[in-house]
């Protein structure tokens, strides 16, 4: 019995002192590590154009990350964010094609975003079905209605002198362009969560529902609107993409690469799925730790077989963590809370 | 208890005896296709001319060709290939379909099935994901009676006839093209940005690259799967400059789709001074109107164009000689290569085949 | 019943897609074929989704699965038979990953299995790497070719395969103790827990389940069409969920049937084939199943909120009640008139006791009563100061009675009859008639068992207060006011039958002191019957009391051959306006909340004597209503009336006139000479 209490309470102790440290710095930890491992086992990680690399790819996972973990601080999540990178490009250039400006093309693209943003906040705050299962049904709606509603092609371009193409070359104040797109990004959102009422309450939402709604917070409207930010974010990551590559294609699954490098993102830099708990520090040094991993992967010629199982692993160990260090109440928890 | 064993044993019994495998012949049906069929063996020896029109338009009249591509709407290749055969079936009287199996491979296995199964077709032409993935198909068409012709991506299983470019020699041609170029530079690192390891195109240009770079002394330093999505293959191109660095002289690209985005990644890295302009070229294989555009603006320095009409043309022709034959579909195959040409800035306005439309 | 919504507008989808799509009798063949594999997805997601979970991996097993059993074939050489049987335990094995996680570590399942879908897809493509180069051989084995394109006594093997495990997954989960425990951890995991499930080990199972049966449809799939790429079931857990919800498995736990989870498979096949007939580009079928799937979602998730008020709305319906002349019973000196006879009775049990509906008296002077919390107190006789809980019964303990044998008889709400031995332990006597036939509800329950008195051949007579309701609404009868009551006859060989169906309210029984018939009180229609159960008249009913002015309760015998009777309640004269306009007690249960009912006056201790022909002898009351705020039942014992009352924290104990004193024991089952063994020798 005492061993059995002594043991319990370790456990507690060295739970509560991970519990404690602020993910992002674990994270921030966990790079700097990998960042030397990497450089003395594999020849050309370790410079500064390969990890300019690095950064421009995570410029658009980042964006996306951030869209998630502002619907996953108010306990919600939204698996509809790939689907919406992806349409953002294509409806943009489809609409290019018809002969569209292309700032009304981007203009319809980000109407799009607002009207998913708006049917999965109203889904998930106002008919109450599972974040989850909505988003994954509104996701793949969008993809599927999309395509059979508006595409007449399969494959899209960039027109080379459209302004589009800039979000992806050139800098900015010596970023590049991709990089300092994140970055305001970020600093706008760190100003929404730090000093908004709007992004207080989607944190309060997020650490307990019933007591944000006894406080007399408008929750409705601050969950439809996280899901409109993350919708709209989405939106732009996927005009960061499209401007990065070049081309578009309407072969997309719903379950994108995207989506899942986000949540990975999101859930190792600390935004805790059961809400209300994560900082920007914590998601941006999660982009760029998921970046690194499948930059050392590549460059160490692994087959994207080992790296999807790589990825996985890692967002597996990272919700076992979550759960581990933020676990629901079996209790109270709902049979259907999935 | 007696009785219920026996009647347990005897319920066992008309089961076990009930059961059929439901393996095929081995023998090909005999049974050619539906229709009136107004020639076998081919065109008489001794034949008027007028006659001759008439008997392959009675051969050729109703018979019903499905095209099952990987993708059709908007996209070049198949678009290309699917021109000429509505043109060229429509004017012989016969129905030609489209099938769009919209890059998902169980939606074309759905859809061959339900082809054979409820016997819509007298001919199939197939455009093959995978290797491996259609082999149960083909056979199954050929024992319905139903000719199956491949274009371009070869099956582990062959069909009646085969048409398509010559991968392997193509390969070695864009390498020792390659070649020519990086020992200008006094360079020979060269790398492979390819697709999934079962899709028949990879298989064979992987081959076709080992074998010229070992002729040319070239070095292979990097391959990688970019699984045809332009996301990673530019993400590969960036970090194959950046880890070769100076001594990288080319990125074979096996496809423009995915070379455009590579030679996307080369440009940045040119812009951003990561690399040294014009070190690096991308070497693509087709050209499409879009690859010509990103010759012209320098994202790929050097490509394959062949004959993609031709194909079209070339399963037109192969259709209607597999109807004059009459032979039982999978008796005989046959295999046909379209011919290829090098292009670049410099000559791609020259060649016919090159920079097509899709239309 | 609430999955009969989504299922019957499923299938008047199929039929419309049948109707306007050219599906031919082709189509047929594919469409099963199909079912079978997808279906068998369809049961492991259903058993996944009954004990609360998600399994998204579903498709990622089934491919990887369906990769392995061909590289075990073409490249190891292993056995085909051996290859049939590891192909389940490989799924299995993936499906123990997704149970550790969710089951052990208590991740989540939607977003773990999600991640896993990946993962088990990493796998599949790092086998196809591997070994693609090795599998073009084609199979030797006949097995193989039996499972793809054999049949079972004409049927296809696929399709025979999954009709099996359809009936096997059905009989377990609706009949075996695995398949009810996984439907109350589903349902409730709390209650399922301090019940003793093991609730770890349920969750576990169910995903161990649903790999196996995915791995199964792997091997199937490669039988059918020997794909050998990684891309099998891609894409398949969104079907496969569209499926199961458009079969109306609930998506918050505890409800669902493989069965109607397959009809469900069924009508998104007819509708893939559609697409794929009319040559639509594959957008369409997403889309379609995106908006199936949140629409069905949405109706689930609503379903749930809104059955029980949509259930209560369509249940209730209170009918018109003719009633006869009111008595005013403060109307001075008349055999009527409120008095203060009961005032004074002295307490039993004060403040152990929670209400005692009856009670009973052994050869011993011991007082035997119920209690709302299930038990059976004991008070030591001859004073009754002591008492102690005697038995438990688990339900509402209600009407007493000594049986033949002197073992004491209790009608227990929601439980049925119990006999109570002398050693406190206690017996199902009945809980179950006959359903009645053309009757969508179902009546084989005894509900709410509320009186009961043994006749002189030993058979028991219960009253159910009503068929539909439990004892803990009794309040919406008095409402309704609907024939939702029985007389039960209980034999002596413990079978069952129904004497008087279609009763409104019947409350108090007893046997005549005859024996010849049996009385029984209609509390809603303030009257008491008398049926004959022997001489001329059996089988026949007749009124004995009516148009009396509140609403009657327990009957007993008096010991000089009258009998005991207590009200509930008492008529007013606006509670019998409302009996005459149903639809005003309707709109008073739609728009206020059941505290504010408007029902008879509940809050009454009324006691009355009358004879066999009917006549009232004695009225007694408790005007002042502060000991005895209602009394449900008397039983005279030897001189003394014992009052109990249902909602009352005591039993009284009056002494009796002598003028009312007679030489009948009325605990004897009239006409018997019944030896009260069991109780009394448990005594010495």
Redesign the interface.
């Known amino acids: 019995m005492t061993a059995l209490l002594e043991r319990r309470l370790t456990r507690t102790t060295v739970r509560s002192r991970l519990e404690a440290l602020d993910q992002g710095t674990l994270v921030i930890g966990l790079i700097v590590a990998m960042l030397i491992l990497g450089g003395l086992t594999t020849q050309g990680f370790l410079t500064t154009g390969n990890l300019s690399v690095v950064l421009r790819f995570s410029a658009a996972i980042g964006v996306v990350a951030i869209a998630q973990a502002f619907v996953v601080l108010g306990r919600g999540v939204d698996l509809s964010v790939g689907a919406m990178a992806l349409v953002a490009g294509q409806v943009t250039l489809e609409l290019m094609s018809r002969g569209w400006s292309e700032l009304a093309a981007v203009g319809a693209a980000l109407g799009v975003a607002l009207i998913l943003g708006l049917v999965n906040g109203f889904l998930v705050a106002v008919v109450g079905v599972p974040a989850l299962l909505a988003t994954l049904g509104t996701g793949q709606l969008l993809l599927g209605g999309i395509k059979v509603g508006l595409l007449q092609s399969n494959l899209y371009s960039v027109a080379p002198d459209a302004f589009l193409r800039r979000l992806g070359m050139g800098s900015v104040l010596g970023i590049p362009t991709a990089v300092f797109c994140l970055l305001v990004v970020i600093a706008l959102s760190w100003f929404c969560w730090s000093y908004t009422s709007f992004g207080r309450l989607i944190r309060a939402i997020g650490d307990n529902p019933d007591t944000a709604w006894q406080m007399g917070g408008p929750m409705r409207r601050v969950q439809i609107g996280s899901y409109l930010i993350a919708a709209l974010l989405s939106a732009f990551a996927g005009f960061l993409i499209m401007a990065r590559e070049g081309s578009v294609t309407t072969t997309g699954a719903a379950f994108s690469p995207l989506l899942f490098a986000a949540l990975t993102a999101v859930v190792i830099g600390g935004v805790s799925l059961s809400g209300g708990r994560g900082s920007l520090l914590g998601v941006a040094a999660g982009t760029i730790f998921i970046s690194l991993i499948v930059n050392l992967l590549t460059l160490n010629s692994l087959s994207p077989a080992l790296q999807d199982l790589a990825n996985a692993l890692t967002l597996v160990v990272a919700i076992v963590l979550d759960a581990w260090l933020h676990p629901r109440d079996e209790e109270t928890a709902k049979s259907g809370d999935l | 208890m007696k009785i219920k064993t026996v009647a347990m044993i005897a319920l066992l019994a008309?089961?076990l005896t009930?059961?059929?495998?439901?393996?095929?012949d081995a023998a090909p049906g005999n049974a050619a296709a539906g229709g009136t069929v107004s020639l076998t063996g081919g065109v008489p020896e001794v034949v008027q001319p007028l006659e001759v029109r008439q008997l392959v338009h009675d051969t050729m009249k109703d018979k019903r060709i499905a095209f099952i591509p990987l993708?059709?709407?908007?996209?070049?290749i198949t678009t290309e290939w699917g021109v000429q055969l509505q043109r060229g079936f429509e004017s012989l009287g016969s129905t030609f379909?489209v099938?769009?199996?919209?890059?998902?491979?169980?939606?074309m296995?759905?859809?061959i099935?339900?082809l054979i199964?409820?016997?819509k077709a007298d001919a199939l032409i197939l455009h093959n994901?995978?290797?491996?993935?259609l082999?149960?198909?083909i056979k199954e068409a050929q024992a319905a009676g139903i000719y199956v012709v491949v274009l371009n991506m070869t099956s582990?299983q062959s069909g009646d006839v085969f048409i398509g470019a010559d991968l392997v020699s193509m390969a070695e041609e864009i390498t020792n093209k390659a070649a020519v170029d990086c020992k200008a530079d006094g360079k020979n690192q060269i790398a492979l940005i390819n697709g999934p390891?079962?899709d028949p195109w990879n298989v064979l240009y992987e081959e076709g690259v080992k074998t010229a770079a070992e002729e040319q002394g070239l070095e292979i330093v990097?391959?990688?799967?970019s699984?045809w999505?332009?996301?990673?293959a530019?993400?590969?191109a960036?970090?194959m400059?950046?880890?070769?660095?100076a001594d990288l002289c080319a990125l074979m690209v096996p496809w423009d789709?995915v070379a455009?985005?590579a030679g996307?990644a080369v440009?940045?890295?040119e812009?951003?001074g990561?690399v040294a302009k014009d070190q690096v070229g991308v070497y693509a294989i087709d050209s499409s109107s879009?690859g010509c555009?990103g010759i012209s603006?320098g994202l790929i320095r050097a490509s394959i164009a062949y004959d993609q009409s031709g194909i079209g043309t070339g399963a037109l022709l192969a259709v209607q000689q597999l109807f004059e034959l009459g032979n039982a579909p999978g008796s005989q195959r046959s295999v046909a290569y379209v011919p290829y040409v090098v292009i670049d800035k410099t000559n791609m306005s020259q060649v016919t085949f090159a920079c097509y439309f899709g239309s | 019943m609430e999955a009969a919504v989504p299922l019957s507008l499923a299938m008047i989808l199929s039929v419309a897609i049948v109707v306007m799509v050219p599906l031919g009798i082709n189509d047929g063949g594919s469409i099963l074929e199909e079912v079978a594999t997808k279906g068998l997805l369809a049961i492991g997601l259903t058993v996944v989704l009954v004990a609360g979970g998600i399994d998204l991996s579903i498709g990622s097993i089934l491919g990887v699965t369906a990769l392995s059993t061909l590289i075990l074939d073409r490249v190891y050489g292993v056995p085909m038979l051996l290859v049939v049987v590891l192909a389940p335990v490989i799924g299995a094995a993936f499906g123990a990953i997704n149970g550790f996680l969710i089951a052990k570590i208590k991740t989540r399942p939607f977003i773990t299995t999600l991640v896993t879908l990946i993962a088990f897809r990493g796998v599949a493509k790092w086998l196809e790497e591997t070994y693609s180069s090795r599998l073009v051989v084609p199979s030797t084995s006949d097995i193989w070719y039996f499972l793809g394109q054999g049949t079972i006594v004409g049927i296809p093997t696929p399709t025979a395969l999954f009709i099996i495990i359809l009936v096997i997954a059905h009989l377990s989960l609706t009949r075996s103790r695995w398949g009810w425990h996984l439907t109350s951890v589903g349902s409730d995991r709390r209650s399922a827990r301090r019940n003793g499930i093991n609730v770890e080990r349920s969750v576990f199972s169910a995903y161990i389940l649903s790999g196996a049966l995915a791995g199964f449809a792997g091997l199937l799939a490669s039988a059918r069409f020997g794909r050998a790429d990684s891309g099998v079931g891609l894409g398949f857990e969104i079907i496969v969920l569209t499926a199961v919800v458009l079969g109306g498995v609930s998506l918050s736990g505890g409800r669902g049937s493989v069965i109607r989870a397959a009809v469900g498979m069924f009508v998104v096949t007819i509708i893939q084939q559609a697409t794929i007939v009319l040559r639509m580009d594959n957008g369409y079928f997403a889309t379609l199943l995106a908006i199936v799937l949140l629409f069905f979602a949405v109706l689930d998730l609503k379903w749930g909120t809104y059955r029980e008020r949509f259930a209560a709305k369509l249940s209730l319906d209170p009918g018109m009640t003719a009633v006869g002349p009111l008595i005013d019973v403060t109307v001075l000196d008349t055999l009527w008139t409120v008095n203060g006879r009961l005032t004074d009775a002295p307490p039993i049990g004060l403040g152990l006791i929670e209400g005692a509906e009856d009670c009973a008296i052994d050869d011993g002077g011991h007082l035997y009563c119920g209690d709302r919390r299930g038990w059976i107190w004991r008070f030591e006789g001859p004073d009754h100061a002591e008492g102690k809980v005697f038995a438990r019964t688990g339900g509402l303990p209600l009407g007493h009675a000594w049986d033949l044998n002197g073992n004491l008889l209790v009608a227990v709400g929601g439980m049925g009859v119990q006999r109570i031995l002398a050693d406190g332990t206690t017996e199902l006597v009945a809980n179950q008639v006959k359903r009645s036939r053309f009757s969508l509800h179902d009546d084989s329950a005894i509900r709410f068992a509320d009186d009961l008195d043994v006749a002189p051949d030993g058979s028991i007579y219960v009253s159910e207060f009503s068929s539909r309701t439990s004892a803990a609404e009794y309040m919406l009868e008095f409402v309704e006011c609907r024939p939702n009551g029985r007389l039960i006859r209980i034999n002596p060989d413990g079978s069952t039958e129904v004497v008087i169906k279609n009763y409104v309210s019947p409350n108090g029984v007893c046997t005549s002191h005859d024996g010849q018939s049996i009385l029984v009180a209609s509390t809603g229609l303030f009257r008491v019957d008398r049926l004959w159960i022997s001489g001329p008249k059996k089988g026949q009913l007749e009124p004995v009391l009516e148009d009396l002015p509140g609403y009657p309760d327990n009957m007993n015998r008096a010991s000089d051959g009258n009998y005991w009777m207590s009200f509930v309640a008492m008529r007013t004269p606006v509670s019998d306006l409302l009996m005459k306009y149903p639809a005003m007690r309707r709109r008073m249960t739609k728009e206020l909340p059941v505290d504010e009912w408007f029902v008879p006056q509940l809050n009454v201790s009324c006691v009355l004597k009358f004879t066999d022909s009917g006549q009232v002898l004695k009225v007694l009351w408790d005007e002042t209503l502060e000991n005895y705020p209602m009394v449900t039942s008397i039983n005279e014992h030897e001189g003394s009336l014992y009052l109990s009352g249902v909602q009352n924290n005591r039993l009284g104990r009056l002494e009796l006139d002598p003028e009312d004193r007679g030489s009948i024991d009325t605990r004897r089952v009239p006409m018997t000479q019944q030896a009260r063994t069991s109780f009394s020798e448990a005594e010495k």
Request: charged share 35%.
């Open positions: 008309l089961v009930g059961c059929t495998s439901g393996r095929p993708l059709y709407k908007g996209y070049k379909t099938y769009d199996s919209n890059f998902d491979t169980d939606q296995v759905r859809i099935d339900d199964k409820s016997k994901p995978d290797l491996n993935v082999t149960q198909q582990n390891a079962t990097d391959t990688t799967d699984k999505q332009a996301d990673l530019s993400q590969q960036a970090t400059i950046e880890r070769h660095g789709v455009l985005p996307n440009k940045t890295a812009d951003e990561r879009d555009e603006d």
